[in-house]
């Protein structure tokens, strides 16, 4: 058992009934008496000295030791005594992850090569790679924001990781139309990951993967990553495709990098497959699953316990006194 003393210096009381008992003079208890004017001489034939009149009551055996023993406790009890258990280690896991898919058209693009050679659609390979993804985050809530002409939620933050893919698998370009609005889809992710009750206490993170440039939104994206700066919020971004593609479904490399770098985030651009791959495996070290380790020691008082112990022991002591009072007194009768 592991005890340990916060206020020890108050068993410097512990000798203080053996001072008194020293050092103090008894107390004396006055007893009634007949005063008569022969006393010196009924002395005289009696043969008895005189004395003072008053005694001093002499407590029984088990009445000394049940004195000693609540002021043992009570000592003990003043100098706070712990208990301390085995140390524990507690891990903070469970982040609110918010994820972000592309949905314009250029998503249908099969451009994405397996390693076994089968060509894939931009949308099925990051499908593929966000079932991996979500495997590895276990304990993380998960959430999905799908954006093409406007941002939409397809799933608010669930620790329900199967009904997450099941709502990721769903999700087809023609849903959101054809462009690219990057910034709002920025945008709403803060939002959201702001709203979350434990938001300043828990890491907020989101994950954004386009494939072309921001087209019109409302908040052009360098603002959305000041927005997000602001809140707390670090976003990581995956680029798929060319970064030589021209018009609308060009990537611009440079807007990204500034939205990464503005956000405390990276940029990672995935030509193929592996590549994506590479990218959110990167990210999941980046960003560890568990985020925080706090090791500490319960410690339980026993303060509580031993002055119990001394009611108690005052509560027997009382009753017993009464009941060999009543006892004497019933003999007596």
């Not at 992710?189 to 979350?196: D, F, H, N, P, R």
């Not at 993170?205 to 707390?232: C, F, H, M, Y």
């Not at 798929?240 to 990464?260: F, K, S």
Request: net charge negative; aromatic share 8%.
């Amino acid at each position: 058992m592991n005890l340990t003393l916060q206020a020890p210096y108050w068993l410097l009381l512990l000798p203080l009934p053996w001072l008194i008992y020293r050092l103090v003079p008894a107390f004396s208890t006055r007893q009634s008496a007949i005063k008569v004017p022969f006393f010196d001489s009924l002395l005289s034939a009696l043969d008895i000295q005189p004395t003072q009149g008053a005694t001093v009551l002499q407590p029984a055996r088990w009445q000394r030791f049940n004195l000693l023993l609540a002021w043992l406790l009570t000592c003990l009890a003043l100098s706070d005594p712990l208990y301390l258990a085995a140390p524990q280690q507690r891990e903070q896991a469970g982040r609110d992850l918010m994820v972000v898919v592309d949905l314009s058209g250029s998503m249908e693009t099969p451009d994405f090569t397996t390693a076994t050679g089968q060509h894939l659609s931009r949308l099925a390979a990051v499908k593929a790679v966000l079932h991996d993804f979500a495997a590895k985050r276990a304990g993380d809530r998960l959430g999905l924001i799908l954006f093409a002409d406007a941002a939409f939620v397809q799933s608010p933050f669930t620790a329900d990781h199967a009904a997450w893919l099941a709502l990721l698998d769903e999700a087809q370009v023609p849903m959101a139309g054809q462009n690219t609005h990057l910034g709002d889809a920025m945008g709403l992710a803060v939002k959201l990951l702001s709203e979350q009750e434990a938001a300043d206490s828990r890491d907020k993170l989101a994950i954004i993967l386009t494939d072309g440039n921001d087209t019109d939104s409302l908040v052009p994206p360098k603002e959305a990553a000041r927005l997000a700066k602001s809140r707390g919020v670090r976003l990581h971004l995956v680029a798929m495709g060319d970064p030589q593609t021209q018009g609308e479904q060009a990537l611009d490399l440079n807007t990204l990098q500034a939205v990464a770098e503005t956000t405390g985030g990276q940029l990672f651009v995935a030509m193929d497959q592996q590549a994506l791959a590479q990218a959110y495996d990167s990210i999941n070290a980046l960003e560890p699953r568990v985020y925080q380790s706090e090791r500490y020691q319960p410690k339980y008082p026993l303060f509580p316990y031993l002055m119990m112990a001394v009611l108690v022991m005052h509560l027997l002591a009382f009753s017993l006194a009464s009941w060999q009072r009543h006892r004497r007194r019933s003999h007596a009768g």
